[in-house]
């Protein structure tokens, strides 16, 4: 089934067998009601971890810090009990894939709605709503560049949000697309100049740090994560680095790019 409030948007990406048009509340309400009870899961989880056993996530690693390994050393030295709040890139890819999230209410982000800037002002609401919570903005160089300004409000209320940039010096989902599907051809999603990110928090009062490899990022991590006010962390993360799969223009789901065969 597809609910969707514009006609045009049904069918578009994946085949629809039950098309419902109109709002989404209504929508669901109304199938809650036939639904009644939920069928079983336990088979359609199980095929789910099937393919999570074949088909894992992966990645190269190299001497230079990746993504990837970032995310894996949050969830590490958070235990998974974070709430992880994300911006809109490749991080909350990254975010999605290699956190894990086995706890339920523990992620916010903004979904496919493209909404660069969200992820530091909607960490201030996580934090304000959960006051006993390690809650960590996960964000990319771009997107924090949209909503800097809010570590005004952070350093006012010393609110104890862990700020973790993942520094790839680009727009990297539109530096992605160009490079695999505009022959490389990148215009304006590198970010050359930059200002210093650590200096920049330690103007407002709060703790900075640049992090250039996972030995670093295993030290800082383990120093700051049970801090009770706010820290930033600048992860200079390899600015090359992809995030898949992906699906090309024009595709569809069973299309995607960078799936391991």
């Given amino acids: 089934a597809h609910i969707d409030i514009d006609p ?6 994946v085949p629809t067998q039950i098309p419902v048009v109109g709002d989404a509340r ?3 309400s109304q199938l809650v009601r036939l639904v009644g009870k939920p069928p079983e899961q336990a088979e359609w989880s199980e095929t789910i971890s099937t393919w999570k056993r074949d088909f894992p996530y992966h990645y190269e ?29 490749q991080h909350q890819m990254w975010a999605a894939q290699y956190y894990r ?37 996960v964000l990319g160089d771009g997107g924090f560049q949209m909503s800097t300004q809010e570590l005004a409000v952070i350093a006012e209320y010393q ?20 490079e695999i599907f505009y ?9 050359p100049v930059q200002p210093s990110f650590v200096k920049l928090a330690d103007a407002y009062g709060i703790k900075g740090y640049e992090i250039n490899t996972e030995a670093e ?24 680095e992809n995030v898949y799969p992906m699906i ?7 299309e995607m790019v960078g799936v391991k065969k």
Avoid at 62 to 82: C, H, N, R, S, W
Avoid at 106 to 132: E, H, K, N, Y
């Fill in 159 to 178: 609110l104890p949000i862990k700020i973790a940039i993942f520094n790839n010096r680009a727009l990297g989902m539109v530096r992605q697309w160009q």
């Fill in 101 to 137: 999230f086995e706890k339920a209410d523990r992620w916010v982000t903004s979904g496919g709605l493209g909404t660069m800037g969200f992820g530091l002002p909607a960490s201030i609401g996580a934090q304000l709503a959960d006051p006993s919570a390690c809650v960590v903005a």
């Fill in 248 to 254: 090309a223009p024009g595709k569809g789901i069973h």
């Fill in 183 to 191: 022959d490389s051809r990148f215009s304006h999603s590198k970010n």
């Fill in 8 to 13: 045009a948007e049904i069918g578009k990406n």
């Fill in 217 to 240: 990022a295993h030290a800082v991590l383990n120093e700051v994560l049970n801090d009770n006010e706010p820290v930033l962390l600048d992860f200079r993360v390899d600015g090359d």
């Fill in 26 to 28: 209504e929508a669901l």
């Fill in 61 to 89: 690693k190299t001497d230079i810090l990746k993504p990837q390994k970032v995310m894996e050393l949050l969830f590490e030295k958070t235990g998974g009990e974070a709430i992880v709040v994300t911006d809109v890139g």
